[in-house]
C-alpha cells in the first residue's frame, strides 16, 4: 500500500473535497476493497433481518388501512382506561372511536368485495415500534427504568393528534397506488374523518384562533365575526413547557413525511423522548400472509401476540 499522497489531505483539502468523500477513499486505499457489506452496528441491537417482501396491490392497501383504524382504537381505549382521556376531550374521543370503528367496516366491506381476508386488529409493526415506547413514557415502565410522564394527559392528546395525522397522510398517499379508481373516493373521504379528528384536537389544545394556522405558515388568522383578526404570535410554534403545539394548518400543503411526537418527562438536559411516527412502507404492510385473531391490547410492554408475520427489518 503507497502513502506516499497521504500528506496532501490537510483539514483544508478535506473540507474543501467534502471531507466525508475523501477519507472514504483514503480508507478504501488501505484496506481490503471487497470489504463487508452488513451494516455496522454498535453494542446490543436485535439481529437485522430481511424485510417482508410481497406484492403491493389494492388489498394489501386496504388491510394495512385497516390495520392503522384498529391501532387508533386500541390505543385511545387505552387512554380511556388509564383516565387520560376527560373534561372537554371525552365526547370527542368518544367520537374519535366511533368513526374509527366505521371507518374499519367501510374497508373491511371493501376488502370482502375484493376476495379478501380482513385484517381485524392493530398493526403489528406499528404496536410494537411506536405504541409500545409511546406508552412506557406516558405511563412510565418501572423495569426499563422510563419515569411516567410529568402530563400524561397532554402526552395523550399529543399521541391522538399525531396518529389521526398520520392517518390523513396515509390515506392521502395510497390513494395514488390504488388501481380501482373508485376506491380512490372511498379514502378519501375517511382521510377527509381523520384530518377533522386532528383540526379537533389542535383546536382544544391550543384554543382558537391561535390554533388555527400555524406561524411556519406566515399568515394572519381570519376569525369569526365576533373575534377580530389576530396574527399568530412568532414564538407560538413550541409551548412553555418545550412540546409542540398543535394547529389545524400545520403547513400550507398537506405532509406525507413522518411525524414527529414529543412526550414524556423532561430528562436533565430539559429533553423529552421524541418518537417519529410515518406513513405504512414495506416493513409495516399488512401483507396476505399475515394472520390475527383477536386484536392484541395497546401495553406498555412488546407482549406475545396473535398476529403472524414475516421477518422485519430492525
Known amino acids: 500500500m503507497s502513502v506516499l499522497w497521504v ?71 387505552r387512554f380511556g382506561e388509564e383516565g387520560l382521556i376527560t373534561g372537554e376531550y371525552a365526547e370527542p374521543f368518544e367520537r374519535f372511536v366511533g368513526d374509527h370503528r366505521k371507518h374499519a367496516g367501510i374497508l373491511g366491506g371493501l376488502i370482502d368485495d375484493a376476495d379478501g381476508e380482513q385484517f381485524e386488529c392493530p398493526n403489528p409493526w406499528l404496536m410494537e415500534r411506536a405504541v409500545a415506547p409511546i406508552l412506557d413514557n406516558i405511563l412510565g415502565n418501572e423495569a426499563q427504568d422510563i419515569p411516567e410522564s410529568d402530563n400524561p394527559a397532554r402526552d395523550a392528546t399529543s399521541t391522538a393528534l399525531a396518529f389521526e395525522n ?23 373521504r ?4 381523520e384530518v377533522r379528528h386532528a383540526s ?25 365575526e365576533e373575534t377580530a383578526t389576530t396574527p399568530v404570535a412568532e414564538d407560538a410554534a413550541t409551548a412553555s413547557d418545550g412540546t409542540p403545539t398543535p ?38 404492510f399488512i401483507y396476505a400472509e399475515m394472520r390475527c385473531d383477536d386484536a392484541p391490547a395497546a401495553t406498555t410492554t412488546p407482549s406475545a401476540s396473535t398476529v403472524t408475520t414475516p421477518a422485519t427489518t430492525g
Open 190 to 193: 375517511i382521510a377527509a374523518q
Open 166 to 188: 398520520l392517518a390523513g397522510a396515509t390515506y392521502q398517499s395510497v390513494v395514488a397506488f390504488l388501481s380501482a379508481r373508485p376506491l380512490r373516493a372511498e379514502l378519501m
Open 200 to 224: 379537533v384536537i389542535a383546536i382544544l389544545r391550543t384554543s382558537t384562533p391561535k390554533a388555527f394556522v400555524s406561524p411556519l405558515v406566515a399568515a394572519p388568522v381570519e376569525s369569526s
Open 7 to 77: 500528506p496532501s489531505f490537510t483539514r483544508r483539502t478535506l473540507l474543501r473535497a467534502g471531507g466525508v468523500a475523501s477519507l472514504g477513499a483514503l480508507v478504501a486505499a488501505c484496506g481490503d476493497r471487497g470489504g463487508d457489506a452488513a451494516p455496522g452496528r454498535v453494542g446490543q441491537a436485535p439481529v437485522v433481518t430481511d424485510r417482508p417482501t410481497g406484492e403491493v396491490d389494492d388489498l394489501l392497501l386496504l388491510r394495512t388501512a385497516q390495520s392503522l383504524e384498529y391501532t387508533a382504537i386500541a390505543v385511545y381505549e
Open 247 to 284: 394547529y389545524v394548518l400545520t403547513n400550507r400543503f398537506g405532509e406525507l413525511g413522518a411525524t414527529t411526537l414529543v412526550i414524556g418527562a423532561a430528562n436533565e438536559a430539559g429533553t423529552r423522548f421524541t418518537a417519529t411516527v410515518e406513513t405504512p412502507r414495506e416493513n409495516s
